[in-house]
């Protein structure tokens, strides 16, 4: 089992910034990807960012440029930096853990963000 608790949430005006933290129960960066999702209200839940077990990523094309994701294996945490945000990005935020392989998904408890003056 892994258990991931996020934090970071909070209100920000369009154009602000917020990092978003993902702290892991146990070391799993170098068998796990991980994954920041969001769901806005009566959306779908929509992959936003994710960072695999190379150290590579990939985002979202609404995000690219604003987002970056990161990790610190040391501290066993994933970092979602929000930049330059905007109205539409509002929604719960959810890291996720996933390990295909082993056919594993664990899922944080959310965190809500909102962008509006």
């Known amino acids: 089992q892994v258990q991931l608790v996020e934090s970071g949430g909070g209100l920000v005006q369009p154009g602000g910034s917020l990092k978003l933290s993902c702290a892991a129960s146990?070391?799993?960066?170098?068998?796990?990807?991980m994954n920041w999702y969001r769901q806005a209200p009566e959306k779908q839940r929509e992959l936003v960012a994710t960072?695999?077990?190379?150290?590579?990523?990939r985002y979202a094309d609404s995000v690219k440029g604003r987002f970056t994701i990161s990790r610190d294996n040391a501290e066993n945490t994933v970092y979602l930096q929000m930049n330059s945000l905007k109205p539409e990005d509002t929604a719960v935020y959810y890291c996720?853990?996933?390990?295909?392989?082993?056919?594993?998904?664990?899922w944080g408890q959310g965190t809500q963000v909102t962008v509006s003056s």
């Open positions: 996720n853990a996933k390990n295909d392989y082993r056919r594993a998904s664990y």
């Open positions: 146990r070391s799993i960066f170098s068998i796990y990807n």
């Open positions: 960072i695999f077990t190379d150290g590579s990523t």
